[in-house]
């Protein structure tokens, strides 16, 4: 099992910057892939960016340039650094984790961009 509790959301002005972080407790050892998604009202949840165990990236297009996913050397801490926030990016953003059996889903951090 893996635990995952995210923190760094909320409210920010349009161009402004936050950084979600995003801790992985249990299984540590499983994991592969982390990632964040993000899910606006009325949306489906959409992927924002992955790293993998090897630090291989990848970003939805609507983030490149702006965000960064990092992950710190014990890969048990994911993070998301947003710049240039856009009121398109409000969502609850959610941390994910991937092992070869499971995926695993924090609570979700509340992101706020006001225009």
């Known amino acids: 099992q893996v635990q995952l509790v995210e923190s760094g959301g909320g409210l920010v002005q349009a161009g402004g910057s936050l950084r979600l972080s995003c801790a992985a407790s249990?299984?540590?050892?499983?994991?592969?892939?982390m990632g964040w998604y993000r899910q606006a009202p009325g949306k489906q949840r959409q992927l924002v960016a992955t790293i993998t165990r090897v630090s291989s990236t990848n970003y939805a297009d609507s983030v490149k340039g702006r965000f960064t996913i990092s992950r710190d050397g014990a890969k048990t801490t994911v993070y998301l650094q947003m710049n240039n926030l856009k009121p398109e990016d409000t969502a609850v953003y959610y941390c994910?984790?991937?092992?070869?059996?499971?995926?695993?889903w924090g609570q979700g951090t509340q992101v706020t961009v006001s225009s």
């Open positions: 249990g299984s540590i050892s499983s994991i592969n892939d």
């Open positions: 994910n984790a991937k092992t070869y059996f499971a995926t695993y």
